[in-house]
């Protein structure tokens, strides 16, 4: 199953300085670690520009949107350029006009043709009134690196992108919206103070990214029709899940992950308990999770806020992806494997709109369900009148049987 590449990273930098190494091995790990590695066929890749091109100490190898690829290759829907900017880069900037030439080429593709750039600056010295930042004015600028927090770099990126590739073009991006789903019912092993001291946490450390949130005491008006408010924003928003003893037995909090998963809106669970739960809910699993320390809740909500916006930017180019995948006839595209509870609606539409389509043919990304959760869902088609020519894939298994779904 080849596919045409979805997202390529590019991180430019001058061979003389060592950050942009460390910012290139970062984003490396982190975009071919899972989610991304679920997608079909190698949809994201890091590439490297650094070593001069002509040998020469001029700057590096021209990328994809700078000149054509050879042998008719199709270069990507979606170019992330990551220039780490330095001293030594300022220098080249001013002294060598190839070098002037390759960034100011780089600045100017911002926003053009599936582009994007997103300038790292070093930490330490003030570049802001080089020439080669006023070269870099338009493109988006990340925070300042910190080597001690590479997740935060991680996230910033992936956040960036991910808000240009779900945003039509010409239209401005918007910042990824964080559903906080919490109760504010205790259980008896919770102190008064446990869940406030939670959700302060929260929204402290959600204040220090440049991701938006959504609180539903603080930000529903009294006016407001709060029912279609919490729905409407529940299934539009990516949802962190605060999961304390009392959370999944409560109503509302049921029915806020409900919507986000009909919605197929990427969702992390926050584990924070004391006590435990009597019986759970079968509505809250089949989502990553993140284990908190209710003394110290800070790296954990980091961690799941991180994940998140990966899921996030999985989604979105999991939706690039499905234009390709669709030639292949396939009647659902989740971006997260199916369950009943996403399952059972779709099968009720899927029936009642073509009476004369016989089959379901499902891909979602890697990894593949279990055989016990793909005997039940199924069971599940089959109960809705689809017993024969049901097939459940995703882009590995697919790829294994040469493109084929079973007959």
């Given at each position: 199953m080849l596919l045409p590449p979805i997202l390529e990273v590019f991180v430019v930098w001058h061979p003389d300085d060592g950050l942009g190494e460390w910012v290139a091995g970062t984003l490396a790990d982190h975009f071919h670690a899972a989610p991304f590695a679920g997608l079909a066929g190698g949809a994201v890749e890091v590439y490297v520009r650094s070593v001069p091109w002509d040998g020469a100490g001029?700057?590096?190898?021209?990328?994809?949107?700078?000149?054509?690829?050879?042998?008719?290759l199709r270069p990507p829907e979606f170019t992330a350029v990551v220039p780490v900017v330095s001293t030594r880069?300022?220098?080249?900037?001013?002294?060598?006009?190839?070098?002037?030439?390759?960034?100011?080429?780089?600045?100017?593709?911002?926003?053009?043709?599936?582009?994007?750039?997103?300038?790292?600056?070093?930490?330490?010295?003030?570049?802001?009134?080089?020439?080669l930042m006023r070269a870099l004015s338009a493109p988006q600028s990340l925070p300042r690196i910190d080597r001690?927090?590479?997740?935060?770099?991680?996230?910033e990126l992936a956040q960036a992108i991910a808000q240009r590739v779900a945003t039509p073009d010409g239209a401005p991006a918007e910042r990824i919206t964080v559903f906080v789903s919490h109760t504010k019912h205790r259980s008896l092993a919770e102190d008064d103070e446990d869940g406030p001291r939670l959700y302060e946490e929260v929204r402290q450390v959600i204040a220090r990214t440049r991701l938006a949130d959504f609180f539903d005491a603080r930000d529903l008006q009294t006016a407001d029709d709060w029912a279609s408010v919490l729905?409407?924003?529940?299934?539009?928003?990516?949802?962190?899940?605060?999961?304390?003893?009392?959370?999944?037995?409560?109503?509302?909090?049921?029915?806020?992950?409900?919507?986000?998963?009909?919605?197929?809106?990427?969702?992390?669970?926050?584990?924070?308990?004391?006590?435990?739960?009597?019986?759970?809910?079968?509505?809250?699993?089949?989502?990553?999770?993140?284990?908190?320390?209710?003394?110290?809740?800070?790296?954990?909500?980091?961690?799941?806020?991180n994940r998140l916006v990966d899921e996030a930017l999985k989604r979105a180019l999991w939706q690039?992806?499905?234009?390709?995948?669709?030639?292949?006839?396939?009647?659902?595209?989740p971006a997260h494997a199916p369950e009943p509870v996403t399952a059972s609606p779709w099968l009720r539409k899927h029936r009642n709109n073509d009476a004369d389509d016989r089959h379901v043919w499902i891909i979602h990304p890697?990894?593949?369900?279990?055989?016990k959760e793909r005997d039940v869902l199924l069971e599940l088609c089959g109960l809705a009148g689809f017993d024969h020519n049901v097939d459940i894939v995703t882009p590995r298994t697919f790829a294994s049987r040469g493109g084929r779904l079973k007959p």
């Amino acid at each position: 199953m080849l596919l045409p590449p979805i997202l390529e990273v590019f991180v430019v930098w001058h061979p003389d300085d060592g950050l942009g190494e460390w910012v290139a091995g970062t984003l490396a790990d982190h975009f071919h670690a899972a989610p991304f590695a679920g997608l079909a066929g190698g949809a994201v890749e890091v590439y490297v520009r650094s070593v001069p091109w002509d040998g020469a100490g001029g700057p590096p190898r021209p990328m994809p949107f700078m000149e054509p690829l050879p042998y008719g290759l199709r270069p990507p829907e979606f170019t992330a350029v990551v220039p780490v900017v330095s001293t030594r880069l300022a220098r080249a900037y001013d002294d060598d006009p190839a070098w002037r030439s390759y960034v100011d080429a780089i600045a100017q593709a911002h926003g053009q043709d599936g582009v994007g750039v997103y300038t790292v600056v070093d930490r330490d010295p003030d570049m802001s009134g080089t020439m080669l930042m006023r070269a870099l004015s338009a493109p988006q600028s990340l925070p300042r690196i910190d080597r001690d927090d590479p997740a935060a770099l991680c996230r910033e990126l992936a956040q960036a992108i991910a808000q240009r590739v779900a945003t039509p073009d010409g239209a401005p991006a918007e910042r990824i919206t964080v559903f906080v789903s919490h109760t504010k019912h205790r259980s008896l092993a919770e102190d008064d103070e446990d869940g406030p001291r939670l959700y302060e946490e929260v929204r402290q450390v959600i204040a220090r990214t440049r991701l938006a949130d959504f609180f539903d005491a603080r930000d529903l008006q009294t006016a407001d029709d709060w029912a279609s408010v919490l729905d409407d924003k529940a299934s539009t928003s990516a949802l962190l899940i605060v999961r304390t003893d009392r959370y999944a037995g409560r109503e509302w909090t049921q029915r806020e992950v409900l919507q986000a998963k009909i919605g197929g809106m990427p969702a992390v669970t926050l584990h924070a308990m004391r006590e435990g739960e009597d019986r759970g809910s079968f509505l809250m699993d089949h989502l990553p999770a993140v284990a908190c320390r209710i003394d110290d809740p800070a790296p954990a909500i980091s961690a799941a806020l991180n994940r998140l916006v990966d899921e996030a930017l999985k989604r979105a180019l999991w939706q690039a992806q499905t234009v390709y995948l669709a030639e292949h006839g396939f009647d659902w595209l989740p971006a997260h494997a199916p369950e009943p509870v996403t399952a059972s609606p779709w099968l009720r539409k899927h029936r009642n709109n073509d009476a004369d389509d016989r089959h379901v043919w499902i891909i979602h990304p890697d990894p593949p369900l279990g055989p016990k959760e793909r005997d039940v869902l199924l069971e599940l088609c089959g109960l809705a009148g689809f017993d024969h020519n049901v097939d459940i894939v995703t882009p590995r298994t697919f790829a294994s049987r040469g493109g084929r779904l079973k007959p």
